[in-house]
């Protein structure tokens, strides 16, 4: 969660690039800043940007500055296991090459090499889809609640693999649990970076 006190420094960060930008010949509307930068070479912009990015040594405690990895259990705990969603995405794609060794006979699919390829790439081709919905979700009910539908579905998804009676069955079950997995995929990232402090 992004505390008051990162606001201001945000704020204060824009506030001086734009100035930063500002035309000589006055004016601070978009079309002109975006006019000055376009007329600034390589080494100047460079030079600008290194005054932008040195005001954010003003909005850090002295704390913070010191000890930049000090931080709470919280955040630790948050991190830990928002990244084991990276843990059970790969474990959800490796264990197929383990559990087809039975499916493809209880199926009778062994010599039918085009579905098996289908069963075992259909999580990535659910991924597709679990990403783009995730784009919504996010922007709808946020990063926690995304990732608390992902949760839920990819729990259903796995009971659906492991008690599907058909290799159709299975097949359906896979694209769900693809879905959940481009779910988590695109949305922990983001997640991380958004609460990650902004001494780190």
Known sequence: ???????????????AAAESYKP??????????????????LEDFEEQLKDVSSLEDEILTEEERLHPWKQTPRLFILVAFAALGAF?????????????????????????????????????????VGSM???????????????????????????WEALAPSWAMLLVGRLMLGISMGMISSTV????????????
Do not use: C, H
């Not at 990232?189 to 780190?200: D, F, H, K, Q």
């Open 1 to 15: 969660m992004t505390s008051n006190r990162d606001k201001v420094g945000v704020e204060t960060i824009e506030a």
């Open 88 to 128: 059970i995405v790969g474990v959800d794609i490796s264990l197929v090459s383990g559990a087809e060794i039975q499916f493809m006979y209880k199926f009778k699919i062994a010599n039918k090499t085009n579905l098996l390829g289908l069963t075992t790439s259909a999580t990535t081709l659910g991924a597709l």
């Open 24 to 41: 000589k010949g006055g004016g601070n509307d978009e079309a002109n800043v975006l006019q000055n930068i376009e007329g600034m070479n």
């Open 189 to 200: 990232p983001i997640l991380l970076a958004e609460a990650v402090p902004t001494a780190i």
């Open 133 to 159: 919905a995730a784009i919504i979700l996010n922007d709808k009910i946020g990063r926690r609640g995304t990732l608390l539908i992902a949760g839920v579905w990819s729990v259903g998804s796995a009971l």
